[in-house]
C-alpha cells in the first residue's frame, strides 16, 4: 500500500501529457487529475534538473582530471608527482563520496 505525504492512501492516476503519454503514477487522493497532472510535471522537471546539475558536476571533475593528467606529463620531479597524486586521490575519495549520497530515482 503506498501513502501520500498527507497520509491518506495514493490513488493510481495517468498521465496525458505528451512527454508521458499512458504513464501511470500514485497520486494523492484530495487533488484533481489536474493538479496531480501538474505535480507530476513539476517532479519531472525538478528531476531534469538534477541530472543536468549532475551531468555538468561529472564534467567538470573530468576537466580537472584531465588537467592534472596534464600536469604529470610535465612533472620534473618526485617530489610535484607527490602533490600531483595526493590532490587526484582526494579528488577521487570525494567523488566516491558524491556519488554514495545520491539517491536513485
Known amino acids: 500500500m503506498v501513502h501520500c505525504a498527507c497520509g491518506l492512501e495514493a490513488v493510481m492516476r495517468t498521465s496525458w ?3 508521458n503519454p499512458g504513464r501511470r503514477f500514485y497520486g494523492c487522493p484530495t487533488l484533481t487529475q489536474m493538479e496531480a497532472q501538474q505535480a507530476n510535471e513539476l517532479y519531472n522537471l525538478t528531476r531534469q534538473r538534477q541530472l543536468l546539475a549532475s551531468v555538468n558536476y561529472r564534467r567538470t571533475i573530468i576537466e580537472e582530471l584531465e588537467r592534472f593528467l596534464g600536469n604529470l606529463v610535465a612533472c620534473k620531479t618526485t617530489e610535484h608527482l607527490k602533490h600531483i ?12 563520496k558524491e556519488l554514495r549520497l545520491q539517491v536513485p530515482p
Do not use: E, G
Open 85 to 96: 597524486q595526493k590532490a587526484v586521490f582526494i579528488k577521487v575519495i570525494d567523488l566516491k
Open 17 to 19: 501529457t505528451n512527454r
